[in-house]
């Protein structure tokens, strides 16, 4: 099973868990690329024939609730997903540069987003809850 992990604040752990929150999204970034979309052996986006970026197909997304060790976790089945690119008010996708290429040249980024549609709760662990602390 292909999984990705991702860091959530509770309040949204808790609406998967309860079902209220079926969709997750992940911004796009230059730190993020590798782990969201499909790329070339050249470490360009694959595009499908509208010109939209392919995320990578992952079968469960882990999410953890913050950094600590004593965490919430839960394993939630992904049905599928998509991306979506970010425009402005005239209906044009939103750029920007970061970074430079081989010959020093600025990369421009278009602004998107994976937008992963959630299934299945698959597990579930809870922190331990101390109990009686102070007594």
């Not at 604040?9 to 999204?25: A, P, S, V």
């Not at 402005?88 to 987003?113: C, F, M, R, S």
């Amino acid at each position: 099973m292909k999984t990705l992990n991702l860091i959530i604040k509770q309040e949204f752990f808790d609406q998967i868990i309860d079902g209220t929150k079926t969709q997750e999204f992940r911004e796009v970034k230059p730190t993020t690329i590798k782990r969201l979309l499909q790329l070339d052996e050249d470490g360009f986006e694959i595009e499908d024939e509208h010109g939209n970026a392919i995320p990578i197909h992952y079968d469960a997304i882990q999410f953890y609730v913050g950094y600590n060790k004593d965490r919430d976790s839960a394993l939630v089945e992904v049905k599928d997903e998509y991306c979506e690119i970010f425009i402005d008010e005239n209906d044009e996708p939103i750029t920007y540069e970061e970074g430079v290429d081989k010959d020093g040249n600025p990369l421009v980024w278009v602004a998107e987003q994976v937008v992963f549609n959630l299934g299945k709760v698959l597990e579930v662990h809870r922190k331990p809850v101390a109990e009686n602390r102070g007594k």
